[in-house]
């Protein structure tokens, strides 16, 4: 009679171990992040952007489809800079509940030699 206690017991526990691992494994093996593209850049308090790089950056805006542009205003629009003084310029999209990050990456002649475009976040729309 013993024998036939103990094995719904085994059982059990082998089930409930089971769905622990598979449960927590799950969460456990999640992809890593994706590097900030921004690491190193900094807000530029101060910024002189030259004509050269609003000029760009304010064609980009007038370039993009008209539900994005639109709701693109000043505060949108923040100028960065890195330890080597280069310049970029990152304007977010708020845009059904996602948060868009466009990256515009200026040399030091101030000519775009990069964009990035990435899900920067969500919110509740």
Not at 24 to 38: D, M
Not at 73 to 93: C, Q, R, T, W
Not at 118 to 125: E, M, V
């Amino acid at each position: 009679m013993r024998k036939s206690v103990q094995k719904p017991i085994y059982y059990c526990g082998l089930v409930l171990m089971l769905l622990a691992t598979i449960i927590f494994g799950f969460k456990c093996s999640q992809t890593k992040p994706k590097p900030n593209p921004l690491e190193g850049w900094k807000h530029y308090f101060n910024a002189h952007l030259d004509k050269a790089i609003i000029d760009d950056y304010q064609g980009y805006i007038q370039e993009l489809p008209a539900e994005e542009r639109n709701v693109v205003d000043d505060y949108s629009v923040e100028p960065l800079e890195n330890e080597e003084g280069g310049h970029a310029v990152k304007i977010e999209i708020p845009l059904k509940g996602t948060f868009w990050e466009h990256i515009l990456i200026y040399d030091q002649n101030n000519r775009r030699i990069k964009t990035i475009k990435y899900q920067g976040g969500q919110y509740r729309s």
